[in-house]
């Protein structure tokens, strides 16, 4: 159960609503609660199959059909995550609304590059070895369903106060999105730092 607990603790301290809604901002302000809501779930059926499959499948995904290192994805991934976060820095959360683009399918959007990450999609590649498939697949359901019914919950606090407080919220938004940056770029240097020493251990 102990290992159960720890799995879903890391993919959610990794999904992290509350940086993922800073990530959303825009979203956020744009949709209604209904719309918002249907959107979102789509983007977590999306998100829960992508998981799914690096949890059954594992590195398989990478060593067999892309015919690459795992160690090579945490290193190009971690080098992605450290140019968001170093934008971050300097242009605050608009600049996840660059990424996504103009795409018309919202929740594809938000589910990469939001939810299905680098780190998430090496959570779930761990979390496939620790458990039987069946577990492991539930793990990430509920760890997403978590994620989303938290989002959720603040799209509604944010909804209530920001008629009030709008301007206190903008720049709750902005300093907390550059705080984010700072956790962003150490979680990609760790995964660089991840990918280096497991192709040191080759050699």
Known sequence: MNDV??????????????????????VVQKL??????????RAGLITSAIFCSFVVLGDKIF???????????????????LLIGI????????VIEALRGESTNISASIAMPVLIGPGTISAC????????????????????????????????IHDMVNQKRSALIDRYIEIMGRITALY????????????????????
């Open 63 to 81: 060593t067999g059909v892309m015919q690459v290192e795992f160690a090579s994805f945490q290193i190009f991934g971690g080098i992605v995550f």
């Open 87 to 94: 934008q971050f820095v300097f242009k605050g959360p608009v």
């Open 184 to 203: 962003v770029g150490t979680v990609s240097i760790d995964m660089i730092m991840q990918g280096l020493r497991t192709w040191a251990d080759k050699f």
């Open 125 to 156: 590649v761990l979390i496939g070895k620790r458990h039987e498939p069946l577990v492991a697949c539930t793990i990430v359901v509920i760890s997403v369903f978590v994620c989303l019914a938290t989002i959720l919950v603040l799209k509604f």
């Open 5 to 26: 607990f720890n799995s879903t603790a890391l993919l959610l301290t990794l999904l992290n609503p509350f940086l993922v809604i800073i990530y959303l901002v825009d």
């Open 32 to 41: 209604e609660q209904k719309q918002f809501r249907h959107v979102l779930m």
